[in-house]
T-cell receptor, first 109, second 114 residues
């Protein structure tokens, strides 16, 4: 069965500390993975996708097929990074996105 | 370019009633997906419409149905509402029929069933 797991509901760090939000997936096909972010009082928006291999707002994520993981990392957290982060897996059939339950990142001053 | 808009923003219904939620897709997008997000959970895929045809469905009962119109706007209809249907309903539009492109989300409709 296809599944996305984000083991941490809440991650709290201090400003300037490194951040790693964990995401593991279960999928028999070739995965296409995304990180979405929802800032307070804003809509859900795409942060980055693995096929782009890009860094957005200092965040990066590498797909590790051996460990079936797609962890989101940032070397130095900023207060404005505080938000809900969702890892999502795209299924080719019908463009269905499977989301993890989300991790709330809280960056303290 | 206008973004994805949903209406209404909040709604309270009684168990057993029917509800219709609306979504206007982003300009130029022909695909609309609907998601249900219960409190403390990630969004769950309900179904997707591409060029007015259903193009994939999640594990939701038939009382969840939808429509897409020629202008690519969409409706989500839920019949015989149950208390567990209380959730945030999200609409997302994208420019391709089978994913691979960015999905743009609306702000959601908060449905409360009492």
């Amino acid at each position: 069965a296809q599944r996305v797991t984000q083991p941490e509901k809440l991650l709290s760090v201090f400003k300037g500390a490194p951040v790693e939000l964990k995401c593991n997936y279960s999928y028999s096909g070739s995965p296409e993975l995304f990180w979405y972010v929802q800032y307070s009082r804003q809509r859900l928006q795409l942060l980055l996708r693995h096929i782009s291999r890009e860094s957005i707002k200092g965040f990066t994520a590498d797909l590790n097929k051996g460990e079936t993981s797609f962890h989101l990392k940032k070397p130095f957290a900023q207060e404005e990074d505080s938000a809900m982060y969702y890892c999502a897996l795209l299924l080719n059939q019908g463009g269905k996105l499977i989301f993890g339950q989300g991790t709330e990142l809280s960056v303290k001053p | 370019e206008t973004g994805v808009t949903q209406s209404p923003t909040h709604l309270i219904k009684t168990r057993g009633q029917q509800v219709t939620l609306r979504c206007s897709s982003q300009s130029g997008h022909n695909t609309v997906s609907w998601y249900q997000q219960a409190l403390g959970q990630g969004p769950q895929f309900i179904f997707q419409y591409y060029r007015e045809e259903e193009n994939g469905r999640g594990n939701f009962p038939p009382r969840f149905s939808g429509l897409q119109f020629p202008n690519y706007s969409s409706e989500l209809n839920v019949n015989a509402l149950e208390l567990d249907d209380s959730a945030l309903y999200l609409c997302a539009s994208s420019g391709a029929g089978t994913g691979g492109t960015e999905a743009f989300f609306g702000q959601g409709t908060r449905l409360t069933v009492v």
